[in-house]
């Protein structure tokens, strides 16, 4: 039996993705310990039901207690204030990280109450469902998918690797990135498209009201996996598109004047361009399957 990678992992908020990682760090062996601590009563008996952790409460700091590593699993609104809530109790050594769908705003919310001494490094694992809560984790999720690092300029670089390591011990792949620049990308795969799903099942729905529900019987395929997508959490999604403000605008921006592009060929018929983006845009899906499977 080799030795797991850290004694004591503590996960704060244990949704979707803590408690995912409760059941592959406890699959990969890579803890001794794993406990958590969520803000609601309800929350923390539903994850000691279904066993996710050794021991789930409601006490943030006093679950970090000789934790050597700490995973904050919460919506990116409500990062800044659990780091402040568990700095004092946080172990001099221990790592600190984060999973946050925006980097950027994380680290500025979370950074200035972490104690010296503690390794910070946010990271991001770009897998997830439209489901939440601890009912909704499981030990898969991770498995061939990619988990990004954002370490700061000062990151100690054993703790950045340690971490990396923990992330494979997941399942996952991994790569690093700067925070910015980590937004700006996810701005486009990830967030754009939430809000277009967001944007659309509500306008179907509003639709729906004047056409006797016909757009919502008859919803055909592309509509249907819309849905799947505007069936995210609210709350975190809402800590998105707050903490993601501006990369989200201006790819909101380039994205609306491409929607007038083809509004427009669509009035004068121009089926050429449609045609040719069309065409363009299928390439792109079979290249990123070909990738995938590469
Ligand atoms: N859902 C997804 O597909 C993905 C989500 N993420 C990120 O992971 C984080 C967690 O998301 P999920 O697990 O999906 O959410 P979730 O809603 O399933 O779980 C969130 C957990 O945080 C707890 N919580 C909420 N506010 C809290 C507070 N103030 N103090 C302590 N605990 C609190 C909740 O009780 C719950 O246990 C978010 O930051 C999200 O951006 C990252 C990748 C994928
Ligand atoms: O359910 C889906 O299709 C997702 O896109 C899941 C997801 C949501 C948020 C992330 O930051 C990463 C992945």
New binding site residues.
């Given amino acids: 039996m080799t030795k797991p990678l850290f004694n004591k992992i503590a996960l704060i908020g244990i949704g979707l993705i803590g408690g995912s990682i409760a059941l592959a760090a406890r699959r990969g062996g890579l803890a001794n310990k794993i406990v958590a601590a969520t803000r609601s009563e309800e929350t923390a008996a539903t994850a000691n039901r279904l066993k996710l952790v050794d021991h789930c409460g409601t006490d943030l700091a006093a679950a970090c207690q000789d934790a050597d590593l700490v995973i904050v699993c919460t919506p990116v609104g409500a990062c800044g204030e659990a780091a402040r809530v568990i700095a004092p109790s946080l172990k001099p050594g221990c790592i600190v990280s984060d999973v946050g ?1 925006v980097k950027q705003a994380v680290v500025d919310a979370m950074q200035p109450h972490l104690p010296a001494g503690v390794h910070f490094v946010p990271a ?7 489901n939440s809560g601890p009912e909704a984790g499981f030990a898969e999720l991770f498995d061939g998918r990619w988990t990004i690092l954002t370490p700061l300029p000062d990151s100690d670089p054993a703790a950045v690797d340690k971490l990396d390591a923990f992330w494979k011990g997941l399942g996952s792949l991994t790569d690093r990135l700067d925070p910015a620049g980590h937004d700006r990308i ?1 701005a486009i795969t ?1 967030h754009l ?2 809000l277009i799903a967001y944007t659309i099942v509500g306008t179907a729905d509003d639709l729906a009201g004047h056409l006797n529900s016909e757009v919502l019987r008859f919803a055909a395929g592309g509509f249907r996996d819309f849905t ?2 505007a069936a ?1 959490d609210p709350t ?1 999604w809402r800590d ?1 598109f707050l903490n993601n403000r501006e990369a989200v605008l201006e790819v909101l921006a380039r994205f609306q004047e491409d929607l007038f592009y083809l509004q427009r060929a669509i009035r004068w018929g121009e089926g050429d361009k449609l045609f040719d983006l069309f065409t363009r845009t299928r390439e792109i899906r079979r290249a990123l399957i070909h990738l995938n499977q590469a």
């Fill in positions: 769908s991001h694992p770009v897998a997830g469902t439209e996810l990830s498209p939430h799947r997508i995210s975190m998105v």
